[in-house]
């Protein structure tokens, strides 16, 4: 019985190998042929605020930056941001390495154009700290951005004013470990904690709403 049973692990560990790789083997290839800046290659897609589609299928995410998931605040005009800069356009690669999972990350040319800056400066994004030769330009590029307010740090993030009156009880995620915890006024840290929409975050109307949604009152609330 044993046996069986092993035999069955190695055929789906081997069915599972079969599958993936030839996807990941693909990526792979058609990103190691970066074109030259004289041909570019076409942008035929845009999946959200920081990551295109090249001909050939070939995803790619836009280094030292992220944009909110589409369903967040700021992630529609995220993408759309990044569809002006790019769509239907050549673009070139700078600084390209693989993510986990085989796709590509890259520092992104529109001509001289870098639209990782780009993406920046519109406020539809946030820095993500990498090792480019970009790193501390674009590093200031988005405090001053943040600094000025603009973009989704102005539609999307609240210390003080709920989204519906009344409705103040702040939920919070926990970047490092993604634990979520909710605060109603009175808490330690009520009056300091950012509800930030394009992280997922959000204001509700009740403990029990927020309950309901997956959080859990912070250890701070007596």
Excluded at 50 to 56: E, K, M, N, R
Excluded at 138 to 152: C, D, F, I, M, N
């Amino acid at each position: 019985m044993t046996k069986v049973k092993k035999s069955r692990n190695v055929s789906w560990a081997q069915l599972l190998t079969v599958i993936l790789t030839p996807s990941i083997l693909l990526n792979a290839i058609l990103l190691t042929k970066q074109p030259t800046p004289e041909q570019g290659t076409l942008v035929e897609g845009v999946i959200d605020g920081d990551t295109l589609v090249l001909a050939g299928k070939t995803r790619v995410r836009l280094r030292q930056m992220d944009a909110p998931e589409l369903e967040y605040c700021g992630g529609e005009e995220a993408k759309k941001a990044l569809e002006e800069l790019v769509l239907n356009k050549k673009v070139v690669l700078s600084e390209l390495i693989p993510d986990q999972r085989g796709r590509g990350m890259a520092l992104v040319y529109v001509g001289d154009r870098l639209v990782n800056e780009a993406m920046l400066k519109s406020g539809w994004a946030r820095f993500h700290h990498d090792t480019t030769s970009k790193n501390e330009e674009l590093k200031q590029t988005a405090k001053r951005v943040e600094s000025e307010e603009l973009g989704l740090f102005a539609k999307c993030q609240s210390q003080d004013t709920p989204d519906k009156e009344g409705c103040v009880v702040k939920g919070n995620i926990d970047p490092q470990g993604g634990t979520k915890r909710y605060y109603v006024p009175g808490c330690a840290q009520y009056k300091y904690t950012i509800v930030e929409k394009d992280l997922g975050e959000a204001w509700f109307c009740s403990e029990k709403e927020a309950v309901k949604a997956g959080y859990v009152k912070a250890a701070t609330c007596k």
